[in-house]
């Protein structure tokens, strides 16, 4: 194992965070079983008064689960050179065989920890606390999947040996490669840039039309998901190449260091924020017409839709002011 204080810092708050979710796991198993707003017994009223200080925890527990992913990739990143062979974060995580499954589990762990922060924000405006048993029931699907990450994680950093030499970006990342990432890499450029352009455009008109008429916020939300896909995989297939200006470089990682401004981290909280509060939209959809919730969820959906726009437009921006301002030109 490799010892740092980032290192160390991320696997006590994992432990932290999975303590912390085992006892909200529990408590949501009691919600599911004994939860009846209009009974006055002695066991409802313990469950109403635990449960705003429990949902508070979780909250702010949710919130460091989110954040530990750019701390997992930026302490990822900064270990590199430990490793021979290895040239960014990309090298670290082919170590051994637990990097990258720890990676998409914290990718999806923060989708999930968002879209309950979406559910919960909403369910603590009611007076009613009409999706007290939704967001548990959504809980306990996140609380496995946190438990899995911390015992991966761990099983990652303890396995981190500096004598073992590892593979570098351009190995994994390139077109000559096997695997996923190489495939996507050797993507043809034209019908990559029209996938982006055009999942983009209709994901911008069917958040407009439901800004201005309130319709079609699953189609919104869907296209939202689907733009998220869409722009990892164009991020590795063409711009990255604008960014490093080598046009055999495809690593979504190297964008994270220094060298190129750091460009990486805005980029990415930009996509994952857009994808949170696009996915976030259709979460809420079905439950627009409860009572205590129709004056409360369309305009948290509108703020919603408004915000996941704004930030896959930052991340357009961001990408063709890099490409018309590159040094690369590329044939299409």
């Not at 994680?153 to 190489?182: R, W």
């Not at 994952?272 to 509060?277: H, N, S």
Request: charged share 10%; hydrophobic share 55%; net charge positive.
């Amino acid at each position: 194992m490799i010892t740092s204080p980032a290192v160390i810092s991320l696997l006590l708050s994992s432990a932290l965070i999975s303590g912390m979710m085992l006892y909200a796991g529990f408590f949501a198993l009691q919600i599911l079983r004994g939860w009846d707003r209009g009974s006055g017994s002695d066991q409802q009223l313990t469950l109403e008064r635990r449960t705003y200080l429990v949902s508070t925890i979780l909250a702010l527990v949710l919130v460091f689960q989110a954040a530990s992913l750019f701390l997992f990739i930026n302490t990822v990143d900064e270990l590199h050179s430990r490793f021979v062979g290895a040239m960014c974060a990309a090298g670290v995580l082919n170590v051994n065989s637990f990097g990258y499954p720890a990676l998409l589990l914290k990718v999806l762990n923060f989708l999930l920890a968002g879209l309950w922060l979406v559910l919960n924000h909403a369910d603590n405006r009611a007076c009613d606390y009409p999706l007290i048993r939704k967001k548990y029931l959504l809980l306990l699907l996140i609380f496995p999947l946190v438990l899995v990450e911390a015992v991966i994680q761990g099983e990652f950093f303890l396995g981190l040996k500096p004598d073992v030499i590892t593979s570098c970006c351009g190995s994994l990342f390139g077109q000559g490669g096997a695997g996923l990432a190489s495939e996507l890499a050797g993507l043809p450029l034209l019908p990559a840039v029209g996938l982006f352009a055009g999942a983009m455009a209709l994901c911008l008109g069917s958040g407009v039309f439901y800004l201005l008429t309130g319709r079609g916020g699953l189609l919104f939300s869907a296209l939202s998901g689907v733009v998220f896909v869409v722009m990892l995989v164009a991020l590795i297939s063409f711009i990255s190449l604008y960014f490093y200006e080598i046009p055999t470089h495809h690593c979504p990682f190297c964008i994270l260091q220094r060298e190129y401004g750091y460009i990486g981290y805005p980029l990415y909280l930009a996509l994952l924020g857009g994808g949170v509060c696009g996915l976030g939209v259709g979460a809420l959809q079905p439950f627009r017409r409860v009572a205590s919730l129709a004056g409360i969820i369309p305009p948290l959906q509108r703020r919603l839709a408004l915000v996941s726009l704004l930030l896959y437009l930052l991340f357009t921006l961001v990408v063709l002011i890099r490409i018309f301002s590159s040094n690369l030109t590329l044939r299409y």
